[in-house]
C-alpha cells in the first residue's frame, strides 16, 4: 500500500481513481474479514474463560463481601473491550486514513459543506 504525502496548499486532495484502487480496497476488505475472524476467536475465549472463572466461583467460596462477585469485574472489563471490537469489526467504526475514498463518500461531504 502506498503513503503519500498530505496535500501542500498547491494540492487539492481528490480521490484514488488510478490503478491502485481495487488494490486498496481489495486490502482493506482483507483487514475487515481478519477483523471479524479475530472477533469471532476473541468472542469464544471470552465465554470460555468467563464461563470457567464463574464456575470456580460458583464452586469456591462465594463470598462477595458486600460487593459484586470478582469474576464480575474481569466480565465487564474483557467485555468491554471485546464490544468495542465488535463495533469495530461489524459497524462503521471510524475508517481507516488507508481506506480508499469512495466517490459517495465525496457527494456526501459536498452535501454536508452546502448544509444539506
Given at each position: 500500500m502506498a503513503v503519500t504525502a498530505p496535500?501542500?496548499?498547491?494540492?487539492?486532495?481528490?480521490a484514488t481513481t488510478d490503478a491502485t484502487m481495487p488494490?486498496?480496497?481489495r486490502?482493506?476488505?482483507?483487514?475487515?474479514?481478519k477483523?471479524?475472524?479475530?472477533?469471532?476467536q476473541d468472542?469464544?475465549?471470552y465465554f470460555a474463560v468467563n464461563g470457567l472463572l464463574w464456575a470456580i466461583w460458583a464452586i469456591g467460596d462465594?463470598?462477595?463481601?458486600?460487593?459484586?462477585?470478582w469474576p464480575a469485574w474481569v466480565s465487564m472489563v474483557w467485555g468491554f473491550f471485546l464490544a468495542l471490537d465488535g463495533w469495530r469489526a461489524y459497524s462503521r467504526w471510524?475508517?481507516?486514513?488507508n481506506a480508499p475514498i469512495t466517490e459517495a463518500e465525496i457527494k456526501r461531504e459536498i452535501e454536508?459543506?452546502?448544509g444539506g
Amino acid at each position: 500500500m502506498a503513503v503519500t504525502a498530505p496535500p501542500t496548499d498547491t494540492q487539492t486532495p481528490t480521490a484514488t481513481t488510478d490503478a491502485t484502487m481495487p488494490d486498496d480496497a481489495r486490502e482493506y476488505a482483507i483487514a475487515a474479514l481478519k477483523r471479524k475472524r479475530k472477533f469471532a476467536q476473541d468472542f469464544a475465549a471470552y465465554f470460555a474463560v468467563n464461563g470457567l472463572l464463574w464456575a470456580i466461583w460458583a464452586i469456591g467460596d462465594r463470598s462477595m463481601n458486600g460487593s459484586i462477585p470478582w469474576p464480575a469485574w474481569v466480565s465487564m472489563v474483557w467485555g468491554f473491550f471485546l464490544a468495542l471490537d465488535g463495533w469495530r469489526a461489524y459497524s462503521r467504526w471510524p475508517t481507516s486514513p488507508n481506506a480508499p475514498i469512495t466517490e459517495a463518500e465525496i457527494k456526501r461531504e459536498i452535501e454536508r459543506s452546502r448544509g444539506g
